[in-house]
Each structure stands twice: as structure tokens, then as C-alpha cells.
């Protein structure tokens, strides 16, 4: 059964801790993005990355990290940086940078 | 100015009937057009892409494209209450680092009985 998932579906992070996203896929694409998105407001690129061991920052990269070890794997680290984190995080992948992009279901974080 | 523009509705159509849903972007040099089905707490979903000036069908759905209007439509035929989600428009550009698909905030669209 091919497609994208993502853990934990909810997330609670402290003032001051650093949190992790998980994102798998097994679609076997090339290019794997993040996005956030905020009531009223469309998706906002964090980070993308079309292939492994290379990424590149989005529109709002501040407060956030990534690595891309693995073809399947995509990880997002939101850290203590990223003064307002609350918001739903959607993980994307895609054939390459030029083709159709899929999502998976999606981490909702809040701060306690 | 908003790079893709949609009117954030709601857009309230009874069911069986026509739903119009438009959206109008600011780059000349956008190539490809995708229209995304989003429920409510759930993620996006690709409905269709467009790349050429024109409709094309699938199903109860139609997209349309015109270019030099810089619009892009999404029509669905014999609405159901099923659905009744947002509809998010997102518009690829080609940039000087790769291709950059931007979203605009969607159109609520409401099917009642």
C-alpha cells in the first residue's frame, strides 16, 4: 500500500523544546517537501528537497531544520527558534521537482 | 498584490447544481495549475491539473485555463453534499532555483440539501 505517512498525527511542544515531525514515503520520489499551514493563510513552504543528502530552504525556513539521510525520509525539527509553531504541518513528495505533488495526512502541533 | 488569488467563500450551491470556483494568479510565466480538495482537520487531496490553455474533464469535474486572463477555474457538475470541503488552487512557476508551487488560501465550498 504506497503513500505517505506521517507521525504523530497530534504534537505538544513546551516553551523552549525542540520537536520533531516524521514523514515516510514509499511512493519511491525523488523530491520531498514541507509545508505549513495556518488558518486563513495557504500553504507556506518550509523546506524541499529533491534528493538525498541535499535540501533547500522555502519561504520560511527560520525556526525550522531538516535532513534528508534516506530516499523514504524526510524529517522536520521545529526548535525553540520558532517563536509561533502552533499550526499544521503537511509533508509532500513528488516524482521530481517538476511533477505533481502528494500529501500526507499531516502533524497538528500546539504549544502547551 | 497576492501571487494566487480565491475568494475565501463560502461558496453555497444546492445539491445537483453547478459549482464555480475561480482563482486568478500573477505570474505570466506560471505553468502548470493543480486544484486541491481539502476537508475540514484533513490534508489536501489532488483533484486535477491543467497545463494548456483550455477545459479539460474528468469526471464531474472541469478545469479551465486561460492564460492570457491569468484565471483558472474548477467546475463541478451535479454537486453532492460529499462535496463540501475547501478547494485550494496552486499555481507552478518556474524560478531561477527550480519550480515553486504556491497556493492560495482556498474557496470554501458548501452543498445543501
Known amino acids: 500500500d504506497g503513500g505517505i505517512t506521517q507521525s504523530p498525527k497530534y504534537l505538544f511542544r513546551k516553551e523552549g523544546q525542540n520537536v520533531t515531525l516524521s514523514c515516510e514515503q514509499n511512493l519511491n520520489h525523488d523530491a520531498m517537501y514541507w509545508y505549513r499551514q495556518d488558518p486563513g493563510q495557504g500553504l507556506r513552504l518550509i523546506y524541499y528537497?529533491?534528493?538525498?543528502?541535499?535540501?533547500q530552504k522555502g519561504d520560511i525556513a527560520e525556526g525550522y531544520s531538516v535532513s534528508r539521510e534516506k530516499k523514504e525520509s524526510f524529517p522536520l525539527t521545529v526548535t525553540s527558534a520558532q517563536k509561533n509553531p502552533t499550526a499544521f504541518y503537511l509533508c509532500a513528495s513528488s516524482m521530481d521537482l517538476k511533477q505533481t505533488q502528494y500529501f500526507g495526512p499531516g502533524t497538528r502541533l500546539l504549544v502547551l | 498584490q497576492k501571487e494566487v488569488e480565491q475568494n475565501s467563500g463560502p461558496l453555497s450551491v444546492p445539491e445537483g447544481a453547478i459549482a464555480s470556483l475561480n482563482c486568478t494568479y500573477s505570474d505570466r510565466g506560471s505553468q502548470s495549475f493543480f486544484w486541491y480538495r481539502q476537508y475540514s482537520g484533513k490534508s489536501p487531496e489532488l483533484i486535477m491539473f491543467i497545463y494548456s490553455n483550455g477545459d479539460k474533464e474528468d469526471g464531474r469535474f472541469t478545469a479551465q485555463l486561460n492564460k492570457a486572463s491569468q484565471y483558472v477555474s474548477l467546475l463541478i457538475r451535479d454537486s453532492q453534499p460529499s462535496d463540501s470541503a475547501t478547494y485550494l488552487c496552486?499555481?507552478?512557476?518556474?524560478?531561477?532555483?527550480?519550480?515553486?508551487?504556491?497556493f492560495g488560501t482556498g474557496t470554501q465550498l458548501k452543498v445543501e440539501l
Open positions: 496552486a499555481v507552478k512557476t518556474l524560478t531561477g532555483g527550480g519550480n515553486k508551487l504556491t
Open positions: 528537497s529533491q534528493i538525498v543528502n541535499d535540501f
